[in-house]
């Protein structure tokens, strides 16, 4: 029963983990799970091979055994279940942990890929100016609580879980607009996250995809 996901053939971020197969990549890394990749080109991911698959398309998705899944917080969710290292064994201590996952996807991710959004997307606009300031202002407000409820812990509640796999991986994304630096003990914990063993080898296969040919 192979693990198949799926990857861009050429990442937007010309690989540097913040494509969203890196998160499950992390994931199958964790739990010891060994995985196989098929890269997908632009084009393909509107075609109805891949739209069979992820009815959005985009990447990644998650194939085994009869099952295919397509949302990183599905995937990841699935794979934690599954498989130990990811969830606390306690049910309480499980249900938070799940519960810093979909933090993670509805009330962070959202405000952060704003950034994106104003400054590249809506770039030209006239009122782009203007509202960059705001969308940053509603991200340090996030990151602020977040940073208040972390405190000096090195993870979100007790050891690391799935909670804290999808959170670093959403606070990578606000990293290059400088945002994150403005919070010391976020990128320590974002630092963290990309310090696991785990983490380096999912960065490193999604980086030898994208490397420039020799």
């Known amino acids: 029963m192979t693990i198949t996901i799926t990857a861009f053939e050429r990442s937007p971020d010309g690989g540097k983990g913040l494509a969203r197969d890196t998160r499950v990549r992390w994931a199958l890394e964790e739990v010891g799970q060994p995985y196989e990749v098929r890269l997908v080109p632009h084009r393909a991911m509107k075609e109805p ?12 998705t998650y194939e085994e055994d009869g099952l295919a899944l397509f ?15 990811l969830l606390p064994l306690d049910a309480h201590a499980r249900a938070r942990a799940i519960t810093w996952m ?39 407000a996030r990151l602020r609580q ?13 050891g690391f879980s799935a909670g804290d796999l999808m959170m670093v991986s959403v606070l990578l994304r606000a990293r290059p607009s400088g945002v994150l630096d ?3 003990t976020l990128a320590a914990y974002v630092a963290r996250g990309e310090a696991r063993p785990a983490y380096r080898r999912a960065f490193a296969a999604q980086l030898a995809v994208n490397a420039p040919a020799a």
């Open 182 to 184: 403005e919070f010391p």
């Open 102 to 140: 979909f933090a993670a996807l509805n009330t962070m991710e959202p405000p952060i890929l704003d950034i994106f959004t104003a400054r590249i997307l809506e770039g030209d606009k006239p009122w782009a100016a203007e509202r960059l300031p705001l969308v940053l202002d509603r991200v340090r």
């Open 146 to 158: 977040l940073a208040d409820r972390l405190g000096d812990a090195d993870w979100l509640d007790g």
């Open 71 to 85: 949302e990183t917080g599905a995937i990841v969710f699935h794979l934690a279940q599954r498989f130990a290292g």
């Open 49 to 60: 091979a891949h739209l069979a698959i992820h009815p959005f398309g985009q990447i990644p």
